[in-house]
């Protein structure tokens, strides 16, 4: 049985993640302590509890410790999931993204299956929807994995409310891209979006922000919609695709009361000046995302046994995820080129 130290690194909700998702891929058992030991509120959390049991569901596992507040998990997983309709509901403003994340590749690397979620779909800590659909999915898709997302309703925190569907089919091929040196952009969308109870104005305004900080930008494309949701809420996403449709990233600001609209969207196109002057593949948010499927590509695609790619800046989450992933796949290695916060090199080795 693997024992992990829930601490390590970036200590949070990610190594219970990671942990749940490789233990039903792999079949091993684990015990994490210490869980979320770095969090202002230690311990399991319902979003997490939601995905322990969500991947408890899937596989038939044995668990203890599976209660709100927990700082120690036992998980056993007893099967691979079967094809069938899941729904879960996370009963708060959780992020439905990162349970979807938890999922796909228990269910990718079975028959595949339908999954409803329900909680946040665009909150604070987590990729919102349209960053999951609009950057992540491209990208895995590009590794062999056959999926869809669908978007049924908004979920802004605190009431969450929202509702994705994923149809996943099994992952039968394995691909590893070739990436082109850096990202050079192709074209730009940006979406302003507003819950309806909020003035018109709003979606505007942050239109004009992301505009200000990117005055001669061509190839752009702005979509503005207000939603209904259960609670109130604006975001601003923007999505960079690079040459030849192979590499893609991804910024988003949520707004609130008190910050302008306008800085809501200068914030994002900032992200996005600061992502392309590193000459970079990724940015720091996909890094640590993409960690898990190209893992998984790389060790089932027979004919390679090393796949790199570069990071604007390296982060805990991203070095957790080196550290953690080997552990349930041994035959892999992971080292990561220079220090937490600078531009970094990611190798991945099959051995």
């Not at 999926?147 to 605190?158: K, M, Q, S, T």
């Not at 800085?263 to 590193?278: C, D, M, Q």
């Not at 790199?308 to 995820?321: D, R």
Request: charged residues 25%; proline residues 6%.
């Amino acid at each position: 049985m693997l024992v992990i130290d829930g601490a390590y690194g970036e200590g949070g909700g990610q190594i219970v993640r990671t942990s749940l998702s490789l233990s039903v891929v792999t079949g091993k058992p684990f015990k994490i302590f210490n869980l979320r030991a770095k969090r202002p509120k230690s311990g399991l959390q319902p979003q997490h509890l939601a995905c322990v049991k969500a991947l408890a569901y899937l596989s038939e596992a044995e668990v203890k410790g599976d209660e709100l507040g927990s700082q120690e998990i036992l998980f056993i997983p007893k099967k691979l999931p079967e094809k069938l309709h899941y729904s879960f509901d996370i009963g708060t403003a959780g992020s439905t993204l990162l349970l979807f994340q938890t999922v796909v590749y228990p269910l990718s690397l079975s028959e595949g299956g339908e999954v409803v979620i329900k909680g946040g779909t665009h909150v604070p800590f987590s990729p919102c929807y349209h960053y999951v659909k609009e950057v992540f999915l491209p990208l895995v898709k590009l590794l062999g994995l056959k999926l869809d997302l669908n978007l049924e309703a908004y979920g802004f925190y605190p009431a969450g409310g929202g509702k994705i569907r994923a149809f996943i089919k099994p992952w039968k091929e394995f691909f590893l891209p070739t990436l082109p040196e850096f990202f050079i952009p192709e074209n730009l969308t940006v979406y302003s979006v507003s819950s309806e109870r909020i003035p018109a104005h709003i979606v505007e305004r942050q239109l004009k922000g992301v505009l200000s900080e990117l005055p001669n930008c061509e190839n752009f494309i702005a979509y503005k919609e207000r939603v209904k949701s259960r609670s109130d809420g604006t975001f601003v996403f923007l999505k960079a695709l690079g040459q030849k449709k192979v590499l893609y990233a991804g910024f988003t600001e949520l707004g609130k009361r008190g910050y302008p609209a306008e800085e809501v969207g200068k914030k994002v196109a900032r992200e996005w000046k600061n992502f392309l002057s590193t000459k970079s593949q990724f940015e720091e948010h996909l890094a640590d995302q993409i960690l898990i499927p190209i893992s998984l590509a790389l060790l089932k695609q027979r004919s390679a046994k090393f796949f790199g790619f570069s990071v604007a800046k390296v982060t805990k989450h991203l070095l957790t995820q080196a550290w953690l992933i080997p552990k349930f796949l041994p035959e892999l290695k992971i080292t990561i080129e220079d220090k937490e916060g600078e531009k970094g090199y990611v190798s991945l080795y099959r051995e």
